[in-house]
């Protein structure tokens, strides 16, 4: 079952920057492969996803789970070399 989110204005510009679809943000914030707290705000989660259509990359998703909200989302290089 999808997941119903939001996505802040950030976050939305930063899909069609990124060329990022939705869909994996879904998948990422649903079946992630690492999930961390955030330092500083207990609500948001960094949660990470490798993404086989764009060649493995790792997908980073920062997340607000108890509003379902996308704070922002982008490829991380440096998780790529962790995962």
Known sequence: ???SITYSDHAAANLVDRKIQPEWVI???????LT???ETDAQLEHI???I???GDRV???VFNRNES???TAYFDRNMRKRL
Not at 27 to 33: A, C, G, K, L
């Open 1 to 3: 079952m999808a997941v």
């Open 48 to 50: 990470f996803r490798r």
């Open 36 to 38: 961390l707290e955030h």
């Open 27 to 33: 998948q990422t914030v649903e079946e992630p492969i």
């Open 69 to 71: 909200h996308v704070i």
């Open 59 to 61: 997908l980073h998703v």
């Open 52 to 54: 086989p259509e764009k």
